[in-house]
């Protein structure tokens, strides 16, 4: 479940739909990031919201143990929600 996942959700909009950084930002969330393992610069696609509030890569996610990293759109929009 990515930052374009994510932000569809937030805001309504279908996968198929473009949305800019402008919309990323009005659903909290960031349009460029970094991993917080190894750094990388990330786009929305490659973004994966952590529970612990950083990013985590598609390059760095452990599919084995994801407990560091949201599974459904609905448990991260509850977080996000809190966090306004």
């Not at 990515?2 to 937030?10: E, Y």
């Not at 393992?37 to 994801?66: F, W």
């Amino acid at each position: 479940m990515s930052v374009f996942t994510l932000t569809a959700h937030v805001l309504g909009k279908g996968l198929d739909e473009q949305f800019t950084m402008e919309d990323t930002d009005k659903a909290g969330l960031p349009f460029f990031s970094g991993c917080q393992y190894c750094h990388a610069s990330l786009g929305p696609l490659q973004a994966l919201p952590g529970k612990n509030g950083y990013i985590v890569g598609t390059c760095c996610y452990d599919q084995d143990e994801p407990s560091d990293v949201y599974l459904s759109v609905e448990e991260a929009a509850k977080a996000l929600e809190m966090d306004q």
